[in-house]
């Protein structure tokens, strides 16, 4: 008899869990007899009804209809949150639990948040302390900051009181505290991008004017991403020092001004935050030459005109960027195919006329450093701002550089003659590169 009641008991506890399978019971039963079990007793099967697979139950029918909806209050404006829930009882929308409504018919009702005393639901005193004001306890806010009440429009909200040893409260300091992490991760990979391009990099700056427009958008979205996530960080770490504030003084928050932009640049400034690695290997890959061609479109002297061998390998570039404006590239070498790296290049012209035209004296500055080192000398030509030749020790490669206002002419080659004694053939170079720009 204790078995069979006892086996009463459990179906029907079963039964009304709708969610349940019936299958987990088996439909078996099991006697203890003589220390070892019998045969499954099929008769409590044929006694007990489960319902089919497809088949809905009573209490299914009158389960009551739920949905997710995202709160889109601060959850540190308690009373923005209670007016928010109270417009969302007038749609027919009850918070049930977490960021969970009930679904039924419109209502007017108000809500209170307090904050949490402790790390779980109040107590049953404060439960029926709260009754009698006209509150039913709902749940409690998701981070656990806050108690949950619901009443009717006639409720009294209850008074502040002293909440400094509260878990609400030393919830929220812990956060405030922590709100400090992300901010310093944007800094961080702002500062280290910067130093990246402009330190780390042999060629900062010839570097930053010939990014490609799709690598351009990655730079100026990882600094603006970065700019959005600190000034939405800024905000809500004010509102959690107004609430702070609030809480010490035993004072009744005023509804916060409600930041529509807030989530959206946070979400966006995180997804900002993973692009540099994109942008390293964006910048550090790929040939920066097209393919090959008999003879260059773009002006150019070549090899043999300066004493050099002939080659019948010419690569050319012409790259508009949206901040290094027109570079033109032309090169020769004995290499068939494409070009992974410029020293291959046995004679190369490189013509820059940046957007930024104040870039024009750093990037002169970095290819002279750079190509020519201590061996660099100044010559003095009216007709240009700055003038550089170098020969390097061995004899083998000459370089001459060439400024005019925010436009720079690079050329190297292998080839014998002097470059110094055709500078008025790279003057007239340079003016046809100027027109074309």
């Known amino acids: 008899m ?7 008991r459990t179906f029907s506890q079963c039964s009304l869990n709708v969610l349940e399978k019936p299958r987990a019971l088996s439909y078996t039963l099991h006697r203890e ?11 409590l099967r044929e006694a007990t009804e489960f319902p089919e697979k497809n088949e809905t139950t009573a209490a299914e029918a009158d389960e009551p209809k739920t949905k997710s ?18 417009e969302r009882a007038a749609e027919g929308k009850l918070l049930l639990r977490g960021d969970e409504f ?27 302390t709260r009754a009698q004001m006209g509150w039913d306890y709902v749940c409690r806010m998701k981070d656990g900051i806050f108690y949950i009440w619901r009443g009717g429009m006639s409720a009294r909200a209850p008074s502040p009181r002293p909440c400094t040893d509260s878990y609400g409260y030393r919830r929220l300091r812990k956060k405030l505290r922590r709100s400090y992490f992300l901010p310093m991760i944007f800094l961080v990979v702002d500062i280290w991008l910067v130093y990246f391009l402009f330190s780390a990099l042999s060629l900062p700056v010839m ?61 966006f400034a995180i997804v900002m935050s993973v692009l540099p690695l994109m942008l390293i290997v964006s910048v550090g890959s790929g040939s920066p030459y097209s393919e090959a061609y008999d003879e260059p479109t773009l002006p150019y002297l070549r090899a043999e005109e300066l004493g050099g061998d002939p080659f019948d390998w010419c690569y050319q570039r012409d790259l508009s960027t949206p901040l290094g404006g027109h570079v033109y590239s032309v090169g020769e070498t004995p290499y068939a195919g494409m070009i992974d790296d410029w020293e291959q290049l046995s004679t190369e012209v490189d013509f820059y006329a940046p957007r930024i035209s104040v ?44 400024r005019r206002g925010g436009e720079v002419l690079y050329f190297r080659t292998a080839a014998g003659d002097d470059l110094r004694d055709r500078l008025e053939e790279f003057a007239e170079l340079f003016d046809q590169y100027a027109a074309l720009s």
């Open 2 to 8: 204790r078995c069979n009641t006892k086996l009463a």
């Open 33 to 43: 007899k003589g220390g070892e079990w019998t045969q499954k007793d099929e008769n």
């Open 69 to 86: 909806i995202h709160f889109k209050v601060s959850a540190y404006d308690p009373r923005g949150i209670e007016q928010w829930l109270s």
């Open 102 to 128: 009930v679904i039924g018919e419109p209502c007017e009702c108000r809500y209170h948040l307090e904050p949490a005393l402790d790390d779980a639901d109040p107590d049953k005193r404060t439960r029926e």
């Open 207 to 267: 570097s930053f004017l010939t990014m490609e427009k799709s690598e351009v958008i990655q730079f100026v979205s990882i600094i603006l991403g970065s700019i959005l996530g600190i000034l939405s960080e800024a905000k809500e770490r004010n509102e959690m020092w107004t609430l702070k504030r609030a809480m010490e003084a035993c004072e009744r928050t005023e509804k916060m001004q409600r930041n529509r932009w807030a989530r959206l640049n946070r979400l």
């Open 359 to 402: 870039l024009a004296t750093p990037l002169t500055r970095e290819l002279r450093d750079y190509f020519m080192g201590s061996g660099a000398q100044t010559l003095s030509l009216d007709s240009f701002d700055e003038a550089c030749y170098a020969n390097d020790p061995s004899g083998d490669t000459q370089f001459l550089i060439l």
